[in-house]
């Protein structure tokens, strides 16, 4: 086991592999075994009341709460292992493809804590093996689950197991991922496999020595699965380049950072929408978007499918784009698909004084960018609609944009109109009766919408522009019928993936809509007005 002392070295303890670290640590072990293989499952629809042998059957249309005991017995040799901490987790596992929150775990009479509430899990991470017993252990699990089947019964009998983890296999689940920046610091979060602690390091900085640059700790998480920390910067001119560690019992895994560069002539950001769901071309989204080596990543919402599913994070979001998140800050703006899911606020940390408001500004030189909560209340007397007033009031900047996951004004499904001529969806009417109207009073840019899977730009009669862009990976939609109706503004419609790159020069600001491959969609320029 390697064991590394507060000041490490580089060179000696870490072997790089382009931008990530590895820790020489010992080579992995044989498979952990599942501990419930061959225990015989019995199942109880009422409670616990009546056990029996025989898999329930749910109805199609039907919701379903049943419990599952497994008795079973611990190899000696597996034993022995937890006894002397070579397996020093347990992680329970089940292969329900749709469960409903609700999961219940309970190994020899005590309760295992989910490791976030309010959140659906797959996997159930560093259970203390000091609760196995070598014989007459107990495992109860309870699993809401619903038949989506408008016609077909389903018989529910889930492969769970419980397996036995090292130290050794500790790794980054999500992250390190940079978050809100400015002149003082910068956040890093990451999601760990096991329960660790993150540590941020100082690369270059402390006394050299013969086998490499040591490394100075600047900050520590507490021990855990997520992990957020507030980095200060050592000078504006040094952007410095950091090493983000997992570390527990001894054994460590890690990336590099850098400190996010504020541009002085160029700003150039780029907007994405509506990633979900379909992995392969947000994958090639997110590597084009690489490509043009933004300032700041900006998200206008829907980036899983199903934001209370724990593992949708790591499928649909970070594990087809670790090249592009985890080297540019990134900024979202939370859609209805995440579901005001609790990890959404734990991994993403906003321009804020805490970094937890859903809504939130920052100015970058001459632009000033805002992200709200469009699912919020906005009606016209709203404590939001106030913020938004006020904080374009404070605003000299000469571009403003605004990014929320609702348009206003849209050719496709969301922008459906009501015999009243106003839009059907709550968010989209309060987008163009109360967000637009302030953001143009104040003389703002462009408002940046997702949530239909299109693009679309629209030039209203106030001067502000009315951007979607929601073609970052979820499919297509096409204008409905009631298109012109529904929009009249609309310039440019376009049902393809895409992302939209914003680049900043002076008093002019430049966006080209454009294809995974390249190709140009839309441009648009917008010079600042002195009036």
Request: glycine share 10%.
């Amino acid at each position: 086991m390697t064991r590394w002392p507060l000041d490490v070295t580089i060179g000696a303890a870490l072997c790089c592999v382009g931008a990530s670290l590895v820790s020489a640590q010992n080579a992995p072990g044989p498979a952990a075994p599942n501990l419930l293989e061959g225990a015989v499952p019995v199942y109880s629809t009422d409670d616990g009341t009546t056990f029996t042998a025989d898999a329930p059957v749910i109805l199609p249309r039907t919701q379903a709460t049943v419990l599952i005991e497994l008795v079973f017995v611990v190899p000696a040799r597996v034993h022995a292992l937890t006894v002397t901490g070579s397996y020093t987790s347990l992680e329970f596992r089940h292969d329900v493809r749709n469960p409903l929150r609700g999961l219940r775990v309970a190994l020899n009479g005590q309760e295992i804590p989910p490791p976030l509430e309010g959140m659906t899990f797959s996997r159930l991470p560093g259970i203390d093996p000091v609760l196995l017993r070598d014989s007459g252990n107990v495992l109860q699990v309870e699993l809401r689950v619903w038949n989506g089947s408008r016609q077909d019964t389903i018989v529910f009998a889930p492969a769970v197991s419980l397996v036995p983890r090292r130290s050794s296999e500790l790794a980054f689940r999500i992250g390190p991922l940079l978050g809100a920046f400015d002149e003082d610091s910068f956040t890093l979060t990451s999601h760990t496999n096991m329960p660790a602690r993150m540590s941020v390091y100082r690369r270059g900085d402390g006394q050299s020595r013969d086998d490499g640059a040591v490394m100075r700790r600047v900050g520590f998480t507490e021990p855990g699965l997520i992990h957020r920390m507030r980095v200060a910067r050592q000078s504006l001119e040094d952007p410095g380049s950091y090493v983000v560690l997992a570390e527990r019992d001894g054994f460590s895994v890690g990336a590099t950072a850098r400190a996010p560069v504020i541009p002085e002539e160029l700003i150039r950001f780029i907007v994405v929408g509506d990633s979900r769901t379909n992995v392969a071309t947000w994958q090639a989204i997110a590597a084009a978007v690489a490509e043009y080596s933004p300032d700041l990543v900006i998200h206008v919402g829907d980036l899983v499918t199903s934001g209370r599913r724990d593992w949708e994070w790591d499928t649909e979001f970070w594990h087809p784009a670790p090249g592009l998140l985890g080297s540019v800050p990134f900024y979202p703006v939370i859609g209805n698909h995440e579901g005001n899911a609790p990890l959404y606020d734990e991994l993403f940390a906003g321009p804020s004084g805490d970094g937890g408001a859903r809504n939130w500004a920052q100015p970058f030189g001459e632009v000033l960018l805002i992200g709200t909560d469009g699912g919020q209340d906005w009606s016209v007397e709203s404590e939001n609609a106030k913020w938004l007033d006020d904080t374009l009031a404070r605003s000299d900047a000469m571009f403003t944009f605004l990014f929320t996951h609702y348009p206003g004004w849209s050719s496709a499904g969301h922008g459906r109109l009501g015999d009243d001529g106003h839009p059907v969806e709550r968010a989209a009417r309060e987008t163009r009766e109360t967000v637009m109207p302030i953001l143009s009073r104040h003389g703002g840019t462009a408002i940046v919408a997702g949530h239909d899977h299109t693009y679309e730009r629209s030039e209203l009669p106030d001067s502000v522009t009315a951007i979607t862009c929601g073609g970052g990976g979820a499919g297509l939609y096409p204008k409905t019928k009631e298109a012109e109706r529904q929009n009249p503004y609309s310039v440019v419609f376009a049902g393809r993936h895409h992302f939209c790159v914003f680049e900043v020069r002076g008093e002019a600001v430049t966006m080209r809509a454009l294809s995974p491959d390249a190709e140009l969609i839309d441009e648009r320029t917008w010079v600042h007005r002195n009036d």
